[in-house]
Each structure stands twice: as structure tokens, then as C-alpha cells.
Nanobody, 123 residues
């Protein structure tokens, strides 16, 4: 069992700089990629940013230069700067990981999701 716990969302004024956090816990052997996705009302879910074990990062064009993703072991952060009303969405944490068999060895691959945290940006 793997859990992803998110925090840091809420109501923010345009131009604000909140930080989202997501901690992965449970039977984890290793995490290959962690990332943030978002879904705005009436829109498809989209990748916001991702980071690999080797700290290679990838950003959506709409957030590049404003958002920064970082990672500390099994916790991933999303520093959001210069927020715009169009950034309003539910933000989901994601982790592509290998589970731990319980004997300290690599188990199956799991694509795990957090429950989502609402970020609302007021004009």
C-alpha cells in the first residue's frame, strides 16, 4: 500500500506564491518520477511539472518560469509564483514507483495518485 498526502492548497490572490507539498509513504522500494497534474473545471487533466530521481525536470509551457518543482527523497514540492486566475484547478500529486515486497526487494511498478488539493486564484 502506498499513500500520497498533499498539502498547501487554498484560496490565493493573483500574484501569490503558495507551495504545495506531497509526501509518499508506505511500501516503497524506490520512486522513479514524481509530478504534479491539475484539472480545471471543464478541462482535461494536464501535467504541470515532473521530476525524476536524477532531478531532471519537465514543465508545462503555461507554468515554465513561474513554477518550480523540487524533491527531497519521497516528498515533492511545487513552488508556485506569480499565480494567475487560470491556474485555478485541483492539483494532484503523482508518483511512478516500485513497491517494496516486504523482504527489502523490488516489487511491482505502481502509478500512485494523491487525493488532490484545490488551488483557487482570485483576480
Amino acid at each position: 500500500q502506498v499513500q500520497l498526502g498533499e498539502s498547501g492548497g487554498g484560496l490565493v490572490q493573483a500574484g501569490g506564491s503558495p507551495r504545495l507539498s506531497c509526501a509518499a509513504s508506505g511500501s516503497i522500494f524506490s520512486i522513479n518520477v514524481m509530478g504534479w497534474y491539475r484539472q480545471a473545471p471543464g478541462k482535461q487533466c494536464e501535467l504541470v511539472a515532473s521530476i525524476t530521481t536524477g532531478v531532471n525536470t519537465n514543465y508545462a509551457a503555461s507554468v515554465k518560469g513561474r513554477f518550480t518543482i523540487s524533491r527531497d527523497k519521497n516528498t515533492v514540492y511545487l513552488q508556485m509564483n506569480s499565480l494567475k486566475p487560470e491556474d485555478t484547478a485541483v492539483y494532484y500529486c503523482n508518483a511512478l514507483l516500485s513497491t517494496n515486497t516486504g523482504w527489502g526487494s523490488r516489487g511491482s511498478i505502481s502509478n500512485s495518485w494523491g487525493q488532490g488539493t484545490q488551488v483557487t486564484v482570485s483576480p
